[in-house]
């Protein structure tokens, strides 16, 4: 496929999840809900390596990568970023988790030794302070204290997670791992970690019969996960972990036009003015 539409359906596939994630909100605990996702999702790149006749076997060594790839991008960042939203609003949590694109840059920079670019720099630091114009009611009634102090480093421990896992997701890649295997194996550990977590947390697993929680749970592993992270890791290998990760600058953005429609959204001046800003960084970011 070619990278733009690789770039714009990976961002539009994860802006949609934050609708369908409304959707997960009920009798099922958040952290089950995440291993029905990526367990069905691990399942459906086993069942595709197997019809392809894909390389499944590999070293110890290598298995110890994936597992620590699936427990910082599917599990460890899921269960910061869930409790994290019980002391900030989901828009400051977007926010929050946007700077994902920088700690890309630094870590891209420090552990995978890329060169740094200033214009990506540049490009995400405009879509950060677009986003934080467009979430400036939310950002304003913040108290730097107590809860939301814990929320706030939460989140971005979140992001430093799935960074991260990218960073060893690409080094994965660099070893000759292909992304339909490591994301099978990746996604199995990191459900299976989050399981753990549950367990030992003492909360019992659950399921919902609700049409809607069956349809969300569905979206969330096909498309939100299967789809969206064989396309993201695959652009993590064309563009580099610093201008894929402009991504999660646009998911909140596909999610504000998304509330748009389905809730009615009104954006002001501000908010108008915080998306020119999102897509300037963008242009800046990807700029050859």
């Known amino acids: ?6 770039y714009i359906t990976t961002a539009l596939f994860w ?7 409304k959707f997960q909100l009920g009798q099922v605990a958040p952290e089950w809900s995440v ?9 459906l790149f086993f069942i595709y390596a197997w019809w392809r006749k894909l390389n499944l ?8 990568l994936m597992a620590l790839q699936g427990i910082l991008m599917f599990a460890f960042n899921y ?3 869930y409790f994290a939203g019980f002391s900030l609003t989901s828009g400051l949590v977007a926010l929050l988790f946007s700077t994902v694109v920088l700690f890309n840059v630094l870590f891209g920079t420090l552990i995978l030794r890329n060169p740094l670019q200033p214009r990506v720099l540049l490009g995400a630091l405009l879509g950060l302070g677009g986003l934080a114009l467009i979430f400036a009611p939310e950002v304003q009634g913040v108290n730097f204290g107590g809860a939301q102090l814990g929320g706030i480093l939460l989140t971005l421990g979140g992001a430093a997670s799935v960074s991260l896992g990218q960073m060893t997701a690409v080094r994965n890649q660099r070893h000759q791992i292909p992304v339909v295997q490591l994301n099978a194996y990746s996604m199995l550990y990191g459900a299976l970690f989050c399981a753990l977590v549950a367990l ?6 659950t399921l919902e019969s609700d049409p809607r929680y069956v349809l969300s749970l569905l979206y969330l592993a ?4 299967v789809f969206a992270f064989w396309m993201y890791l695959t652009l993590l290998q064309r563009l580099g972990p610093d201008r894929a990760g402009y991504v999660t600058v646009l998911v909140p953005l596909v999610a504000l036009v998304v509330s748009i429609f389905y809730e009615g959204l009104e954006l002001g001046a501000l908010q108008l003015g915080g998306v020119g800003l999102v897509l300037l960084g963008n242009a800046l970011a990807q700029r050859k």
């Open 1 to 6: 496929m070619n990278t733009g539409l690789l």
């Open 15 to 21: 802006g949609l999840t934050w609708l369908a994630m």
């Open 222 to 225: 096909v498309f939100g996960s």
């Open 79 to 81: 269960i910061l970023l």
């Open 200 to 205: 030992l947390r003492g909360v019992p697993p």
């Open 35 to 43: 291993v029905y996702r990526f367990l069905l999702a691990a399942a």
């Open 57 to 64: 076997r590999y070293s110890l060594q290598a298995h110890g």
